[in-house]
């Protein structure tokens, strides 16, 4: 079964800092989609960044960016100089491709900021 | 651009009761999901339409969950009746369509929570 794991459930850092949100997944694909999810308490889910595994350039978006290890299977998000409005659920998902456009959500780092 | 809008927000019914949620996708967006998300999960597909059609309801309880999509646009996900475990938050995507299905980047509303008694 292809499945996505997020192995921290919570995370801390100070307002300012960098912090790491580890993901790995699991699949005999040779292309598909990964994202990262942003859910605030508001539980609005917002999309963060994408990488297409054929890609091998990292994806990166303002203060965002992932490192993108396709033969380790693992797709890290990394925020730098963090703000209060950072603290959220964040999701890593992976869509495998196929017929359906079905998107595998791993469980979540709730990540905090400290001021 | 409108965001991909879901009512109500919140819902609290007893179980055994019914309930219905609506949503209406980004326009011009062809593919239409609902997801359920147990607190402490992430999102679990339920179903996906493409247009008026169902492209995979695979996960969906059938014997107490409907879902339509009227005319290719908004859609309404259907629970009855409802067992306590039903309790999460419901949510909406809808994305455009891409030459690949899974090149496609989902966009979510922002859920209806359901309590269930």
């Known amino acids: 079964a292809q499945t996505v794991t997020q192995s921290q459930p919570e995370m801390s850092v100070q307002e300012a800092e960098t912090v790491t949100l580890s993901c790995t997944y699991d699949?005999?694909?040779?292309?598909?989609?990964l994202f990262w999810y942003k859910q605030p308490p508001s539980r609005q889910m917002i999309l963060v960044i994408r990488q297409e595994a054929y890609k091998q350039q990292n994806a990166t978006e303002n203060r965002f960016s992932v490192n993108f290890q396709k033969a380790a299977k693992s797709f890290s998000l990394k925020i730098s100089d963090s703000q209060l409005g950072d603290a959220a659920m964040y999701f890593c998902?992976?869509?495998?491709?196929?017929?359906?456009?079905?998107?595998?959500f791993g469980t979540g780092t709730l990540l905090a900021v400290q001021p | 651009e409108a965001g991909v809008a879901q009512s109500p927000r919140y819902k609290i019914i007893e179980k055994r009761q019914s309930v219905a949620f609506w949503c209406n996708p980004i326009?011009?967006?062809?593919?239409l999901y609902w997801y359920q998300q147990i607190l402490g999960q992430g999102p679990k597909l339920l179903i996906q339409?493409?247009?008026?059609?169902?492209?995979?309801d695979s996960q969906l309880p059938k014997d107490r969950f409907s879902a339509e999509r009227l005319k290719g646009v908004d859609s309404t996900l259907k629970i009855q009746p409802a067992k306590l475990e039903d309790s999460a938050v419901y949510l909406c995507?809808?994305?455009?369509?891409?030459?690949?299905?899974?090149?496609?980047?989902?966009?979510f509303g922002p859920g209806t929570r359901l309590l269930v008694l």
């Open positions: 326009s011009g967006h062809a593919t």
């Open positions: 998902a992976c869509n495998y491709g196929g017929a359906t456009n079905k998107l595998i």
């Open positions: 339409f493409q247009n008026n059609g169902v492209v995979d």
């Open positions: 995507a809808s994305s455009f369509e891409a030459p690949l299905a899974y090149q496609e980047t989902q966009y």
């Open positions: 699949t005999s694909e040779s292309d598909y989609y």
